[in-house]
């Protein structure tokens, strides 16, 4: 089991099916908010983010509009 920590997506949908595509079942991860802003994928990522049972979310100033 690895444990991991990101942040600043920024909305940015391949960076994100990267982390994906990374991460084992078994690891830890941790994202530090701002999934969402300069993109139209923002509201996905957030529900994938929130939705993955091997993530904690932690909000971002982007997410506190």
Same mark, same amino acid.
């Given at each position: 089991? /690895?444990?991991?920590?990101?942040? $600043?997506?920024? /909305?940015d #949908?391949?960076?994100?099916?990267?982390?994906? $595509?990374? *991460?084992?079942? @078994? @690891?830890?991860?941790?994202?530090?908010?701002? +999934? +969402? @802003?300069?993109?139209?994928?923002?509201? !996905? *990522? *957030?529900? !994938?983010? #929130?939705?993955?049972?091997?993530?904690?979310? #932690?909000?971002?100033?982007?997410?506190?509009?």
């Open positions: 089991m /690895s444990r991991f920590v990101f942040s $600043d997506l920024h /909305s #949908l391949c960076l994100w099916n990267h982390i994906k $595509d990374f *991460i084992k079942p @078994d @690891d830890q991860l941790w994202f530090l908010g701002d +999934a +969402a @802003d300069r993109g139209p994928d923002g509201y !996905e *990522i *957030i529900k !994938e983010i #929130l939705a993955h049972p091997q993530i904690t979310y #932690l909000k971002g100033n982007h997410e506190l509009i």
